[in-house]
């Protein structure tokens, strides 16, 4: 059973930093593609970051480009994202999700809610 | 780039059939393939078509998917609706540059 665990995330005040990180199992995870997506709270979902199997491609939305690190551990099975700079408008449930490719996922996650306040 | 745009909500009794929309707002339709996901409230999102119209396995045949060139649209249809089927439903495509786009979301009400 494929299963996706975020942890890491909470409170932060603007301009601090945080990392969330995503524990995978029950798929071959060096094989497959993991992205991020978040959602704020009563909003949409919105494209975050997304890492290919191998780790050596990475693509960023706009909002997040330059504050964002997305990587991966294939031998720890884990996915992170390194939020630097944070602001108020990147408060948000963020998401794991995982391959089958780089355009979408087939699996999702539960979650960790990130706050950015004072 | 471009947008997907979505109805902002839809209802439906249970039994019947219902097909929420998704317009993409420049370039064709057809170009990438669009997704269809269901988040129910207070739970992560699942995946419920790819491919315009393939269905992971679980996921019931009353849900299929579609796509218009004539009207630039993308569809998710699901027939014989269950209380269970409601819902927010997003669609989700990509650009050339590999950027994820997410359509606003569909609140779909079946009363």
């Known amino acids: 059973e494929v299963q996706l665990l975020e942890s890491g995330g909470g409170l932060v005040q603007p301009g601090g930093s945080l990392r969330v990180s995503c524990s995978a199992s029950?798929?071959?995870?060096?094989?497959?593609?993991m992205t991020w997506v978040r959602q704020a709270p009563g909003k949409a979902l919105e494209w975050v970051s997304t890492?290919?199997?191998?780790?050596?491609?990475?693509y960023y939305a706009d909002s997040v480009k330059g504050r964002f690190t997305i990587s991966r551990d294939n031998s720890y099975n884990t996915l992170y994202l390194q939020m630097n700079t944070l602001r108020a408008d990147d408060t948000a449930i963020y998401y794991c999700?995982?391959?089958?490719?780089?355009?979408?996922?087939?699996?999702w996650g539960q979650g960790t809610l990130v706050t950015v306040s004072s | 780039n471009f947008m997907l745009t979505q109805p902002h909500s839809v209802s439906e009794s249970p039994g019947k059939t219902v097909t929420i929309s998704c317009t993409r707002s420049s370039g064709s339709i057809a170009t990438n393939y669009v997704q269809w996901y269901q988040q129910r409230p207070g739970n992560s999102p699942t995946t419920m078509i790819y491919?315009?119209?393939?269905?992971p396995s679980g996921v019931p045949d009353r849900f299929s998917g579609s796509i218009d060139s004539s009207s630039n649209s993308a569809s998710l249809t699901i027939s014989g609706l269950k209380t269970e089927d409601e819902a927010d439903y997003y669609c989700q495509s990509y650009d050339s540059s590999f950027s994820w786009v997410f359509g606003g979301g569909t609140k779909l009400t079946v009363l």
């Open positions: 890492i290919s199997a191998s780790g050596r491609s990475t």
């Open positions: 999700a995982k391959g089958p490719r780089i355009l979408y996922p087939d699996y």
């Open positions: 029950g798929f071959t995870f060096e094989k497959d593609a």
């Open positions: 491919e315009d119209s393939q269905r």
